[in-house]
């Protein structure tokens, strides 16, 4: 399926399209060049593993099919804590999908969300969220605003350059006990480059916490925590 999502560019997929469109030429179509031939393609893929190898499938190193495991398993969840929710998709999927009796609390810097983030509070009773940049203690920080990537932005403890503006910073630990969230908690962080003072801030919440869900890097960005860095955090 990935092969087929960048359009089949290694050897070894064109081989192996080669070898089943020969073997079956009408399993795909005239046209293997169409959009619909990838189609066609990643769908076959996936129903060959699932026919052909079910714990393929099931160990898929997908988003959703990890969420999908972790909840087989019956975790207690009360509190989901997103840090970095932008305009607060991600949470409303994992609401639908797999924790549907947890309250959500999300944890925005970047104002352009506001009116976002309020339509879904006014929409879901279980879902808050405040504005501020998440770190290891409430104060204030300079956030880069960038119309033009409103999902990304970057805070530093001083101001680098114009773009930069000071908005007000909060930590997880005090998010907790001022809106009196209650644990098991899920905590997810989406915040680029600043998983260490988030997690400093959220230490006293971390004692009580399930499941922790962090992107990650091994390439980009130096400022960005590497993934075995971020373990020697945790």
Same mark, same amino acid.
């Given at each position: ?5 960048? #359009?089949? =560019?290694?050897?070894?997929?064109? @081989? ?5 469109? %020969? $073997? ?5 179509? !005239? ?61 409303? #999927?994992? =609401?639908?999908?797999?924790?549907? @009796? ?5 944890? %925005? $810097? ?5 009116? !976002? ?61 001022? #809106? ?21 801030? !959220? ?32």
């Amino acid at each position: 399926a990935t092969l087929c999502r960048s #359009k089949i =560019k290694s050897a070894r997929g064109q @081989e192996f399209i080669a070898a089943h469109v %020969e $073997a079956e030429p009408n399993l795909f179509g !005239a046209d293997h060049d169409s959009s619909s031939f990838y189609k066609k393609m990643e769908k076959f893929l996936n129903d060959f593993i699932v026919e052909h190898n079910r714990e393929v499938a099931l160990i898929a190193l997908s988003h959703e099919n990890a969420l999908r495991r972790i909840c087989e398993r019956g975790m207690d969840i009360k509190t989901v804590i997103d840090v970095g929710a932008s305009d607060g998709h991600w949470s409303v #999927k994992l =609401k639908k999908e797999f924790f549907r @009796e947890a309250n959500y609390f999300l944890i %925005e $810097a970047y104002d352009v969300w506001r009116e !976002a983030l309020e339509k879904r509070k006014e929409e879901d009773p279980k879902i808050d969220f405040v504005l501020a940049a998440a770190g290891d203690k409430v104060g204030k920080i300079y956030l880069c605003k960038r119309p033009d990537y409103p999902t990304g932005g970057h805070a530093y403890h001083r101001k680098l350059d114009e773009r930069y503006e000071e908005i007000q910073q909060t930590c997880v630990d005090f998010e907790v006990e001022d #809106k009196g969230l209650e644990g098991p908690f899920m905590v997810k962080l989406d915040c680029h480059g600043r998983e260490r003072e988030i997690l400093q801030g !959220a230490a006293k919440t971390l004692e009580n916490t399930h499941l922790l869900m962090v992107e990650a890097y091994n390439y980009g960005d130096r400022g960005r925590m590497r993934f075995h860095e971020l373990c020697s955090v945790v």
